[in-house]
DNA sequence: CTGCCGTACTACGTCTGTCGTGGTATAATA
DNA sequence: TATTATACCACGACAGACGTAGTACGGCAG
């Protein structure tokens, strides 16, 4: 099975720790997971790139983070998703729609969809 | 209108451009009107991102390049897809439709899109 | 009780692609 | 004569992804 290059989900990677933070807070090792899973192990986000989209993300605002002791006594950085954060997802869900619609002008129709 | 961040096309710039070769040679200019046009206006390539993505292309094969000197008298720099290009650009719509899948499991369902 | 795997990070430096700035040069048009 | 459109290139900055490596703790097998 193929997986995706990192090039062309690059712009995406903010989005998608969003769109699960959205479900309420969460920390890199659950993200990273729920990444994997929801994408059916097509993409799997590196570590750093991770961890970098978080510390980026704080800085801009779109989320917060607060320390936790999990149940078995490890202690946790959590990010919950701010209002600012919520909109960004937005205007990328938006941004979205439309890149879809400017990228399929130039890809060729007569393309079979291989499933694996 | 809003037109498209560079940091979401950006996997598919040579795509773009390798799917206009595939009708033909071309040249900078023309390619990034052609860009301009089928894409709506919604986005705009940078002259620097287009022909720094000529030269790497060149290197790695996917394109030729050859002088030229059109009706006017002017001199351009035409290019040339090749056949390691051709098959460049058809696993780029594989992944393509991989992305797009993947992606869309992380947008949230209940946006509409706006029309502009 | 020892080593290893899984969890949960962080630091540091490299690389690639995009882009801002600015420059060259010619032809057409006002 | 000046401006606009065409056609391209060099240089350096920058951001995001990523390779490598290291810390630290819990649980479990041997």
Redesign the pocket.
Known sequence: MSVI???V??????TMILYLLRNGPS????IS?KIRELSEEKYL????????????MEKNGFIESFQET?D???????YRITSAGESYYLDKCEEWYLTKEVVEHFISQGIEMHKD
Chains 1, 2 share one sequence.
């Open positions: 290059s990192s090039d989900i690059r712009g995406y990677n903010d920390y890199g090792y659950e997971k986000i590196k570590e750093t790139t991770l961890y970098s989209a978080f510390s980026r999990a078995n006594g490890k202690k946790r950085t959590y």
